[in-house]
């Protein structure tokens, strides 16, 4: 489906990225990751030729800064003659009371999670007009949607990342640009397998998820295979929620009983 396609994938070395990269690899993409450092590079790298899948490329990036972004983008260039799809997956949470939130964690989790999508997106979207197409997909949250406690620097880049997809799905679309983006639930990843086996965890899931159950990374690296593809050619803009059904209903307040989300977990 993707084949001859360029993906380049930020926070590719994580388990989500790397879940991403694996759907779009067995589709025929060439993957090129893009991660913090050196060794989550080749991590994500290594992960892919362990399922037999096409060697990928790996670039050091700092999506949090503009001047990284543009470097980045400049390697990327000496490594492929095209970029067709770009899936912003770099992100981080921060788990905090609005009182005892600091300024600097704000910044920190903002310039991730919100300012780095558009450096990112604004670099591949100067040479996807060039070749006349192309696919942005930003990884959002159900956060966006519902709101989780105590993470309001997360909850407010997330949202905001869904405002930066409308606007740029419209500045984009005389290009042939679609930009969309997948708002991800609770996630069975390394980071928050160990949740999975608490009782009262799961118990909490059952309540708040209608299929009563975690995502995958891979559920997620579908939704932006369906978005990156020509099945979507006419889909822009939106953001599509797999949860398992949580935005669906009125999503965790307090009083519904227990909720996953009450200890320190992450979804993207």
Request: with cysteine; hydrophobic share 40%; charged share 20%.
């Amino acid at each position: 489906m993707l084949f001859g396609k360029t993906a380049l994938i930020t926070g590719g070395g994580g388990g989500l990225g790397i879940g991403i990269a694996k759907v779009l690899a067995e589709q025929g993409a060439r993957i090129v990751v893009l991660d913090m450092t050196a060794e989550a590079c080749q991590h994500a790298c290594d992960a892919l030729l362990a399922e037999g899948l096409d060697p990928s490329d790996g670039v050091q990036i700092d999506v949090s800064s503009a001047d990284s972004v543009a470097r980045a983008f400049v390697e990327v260039d000496r490594l492929v003659d095209r970029i067709d799809i770009l899936v912003n997956c770099a992100g981080v949470r921060e788990v905090s009371s609005v009182f005892e939130l600091s300024a600097a964690e704000w910044d920190r989790v903002i310039a991730i999670n919100l300012s780095g999508p558009f450096y990112c997106a604004r670099e591949a979207a100067l040479r996807m007009r060039e070749s006349r197409g192309g696919s942005i997909v930003n990884i959002s949250s159900v956060a966006a949607m519902l709101g989780m406690p105590h993470r309001p620097a997360y909850n407010a880049s997330k949202a905001g990342l869904m405002g930066l997809t409308r606007n740029l799905a419209k500045d984009l679309a005389p290009w042939k640009i679609r930009v969309n983006a997948v708002a991800p639930g609770l996630l069975r990843t390394p980071l928050t397998e160990p949740y999975f086996d608490d009782p009262a965890f799961e118990r909490g899931l059952d309540h708040v998820v209608p299929l009563g159950k975690g995502g995958t990374p891979r559920d997620v690296g579908q939704a932006v295979l369906y978005l990156s593809s020509p099945m979507a050619e006419f889909v822009t803009g939106i953001m599509l929620p797999v949860d398992g059904g949580w935005s669906s209903e009125k999503g965790y307040t307090v009083g519904d009983g227990p909720s996953p989300y009450t200890s320190s977990t992450s979804s993207t």
